[in-house]
């Protein structure tokens, strides 16, 4: 409505959802933004609409938005780190986005951190999203047990703004959670380092206005859990929230459809870059 586009003329709707997405079974499996688990997406989608649907994972269209955006920078092998409402990961492998063989991969934020260590949202105990996540620093700085339901802590855009706050006025409890969550990302960045040897570290997500407070503990956790020899080939962005980067990564996996329709193939990468040179990209 907005676009004034007729419905019978929308060829495609993409959907990106946060938590752990299917992209075969267009399926949500599970994310923090439903009670339920296994939602299908795509099927009441596409018979409501009569178009074609896509489903993907946001951090992995952020992923997308980067390497179209910049192919330069952004090519080869590299990692993006949402630090968020959740904590998300897209890997960028050989040219290709990595999503696996159900396309649920990069989990981060549920690889585990410590074996029965902090309860996380999705039930689990020790997931690096239960020290990273927005409930997990407000648990941290408030001193709530670490079993603590993240249901019942009042966390969101909100808590971690309130916790930023303190953090810039000094407040110790604050400074000493960013610092330890910064430590484990650290921890957690040393093994996707260890496991993929990426050229670039993206970080980003709305806790990004708090990367000055975690930056120290992030370095000393990486340098405690890996050998300088397979941490120094790495660079790494600190990129400020803007949520126009996963339509952006929507749009370009629809023009990379269209493209394979047209031609029967995906263009080659140059040209590709030459489309998203301007502002506007045609939706
Ligand atoms: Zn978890």
Redesign the pocket.
Known sequence: KEADVKPARVREIGVAAQGVVETETGLVAWSPAFAGRKIPIVNPLQSAFGAECYISNDTNMITEALHWSDPNRYSGTFAVIMLDYGVGMGLYLDNHLFSGASGTAAEF??ANHIPGGAL???G?KG?L??YLSDYALVRAATHQPEDTDPITIKAGVGGLARLIELAGSGDENAQKAFHEAGRVLGYGIARVIAMIDPKRVVLTGAAMRAFSFMEKGMWEGLEEALVADLRNNFSLDVMPWNEDFIRSGLIAQSMERLDKDFLGTATPQGSRAARTDGKEVPA
Do not use: S
Request: glycine share 12%; aromatic share 0%; with cysteine.
């Open positions: 934020g549920h996380c949202r999705c689990k997931c999203e239960a």
